[in-house]
Each structure stands twice: as structure tokens, then as C-alpha cells.
């Protein structure tokens, strides 16, 4: 197999594949297809990262947001329910 900086070289593929068929080498033509197969499946991990990056990125937001919401809650529990109703002795509710 030719070397794999070429497999990144579109160009180099096709002027392969064009020089392969012109010749009738059927060789060329079995290895180029090999590279070309190699280069896609390269294409579709890298798409698969990217998507999944972006999955996690948007998981993680929407957990940081769910957070904040619960630690306003909290706040807003301790500050106006805590401090406004007593709870006397006899267990009877009072504002």
C-alpha cells in the first residue's frame, strides 16, 4: 500500500484511479479502492466524534442548567419559607 499521507490526498486518489483504469491495472485499481474504503471509514469515525462531542456538550448544559435551577429552589426555600412560618411548641402552623 502506498503511503498513508496519500490517503488524505483526494486528488491523488482520483489521478490514481484515473491511471489505474487507463491501464487496465487491476492491482492499482483493488489497492486505490482499499484506500478509498480506509478513507471514508475514517470520515464517518471523525463524524461520530464530532457528533457525539456535541451530544455531551449539550447533556452536560442542560445538567449545569437542571443545578442551577435546583440551587435557586433552594434559596428561595430557605429565605422567604424558613424564615416566614414558625413552628410553635404545640405543632399548630402560624404565620
Known sequence: MP???NCNNQMHLKM?????RRNNDRRLLIQNRRI???VEHRQRIRDE???LRQSFCGIRTLTISILIIILIALIIN???INH???LPENGNFSK
Open 49 to 51: 466524534r464530532i457528533s
Open 84 to 86: 416566614s412560618i414558625k
Open 78 to 80: 430557605f429565605i422567604f
Open 3 to 5: 503511503a498513508l499521507h
Open 36 to 38: 478509498q474504503r480506509l
Open 16 to 20: 490514481s484511479s484515473r491511471h489505474a
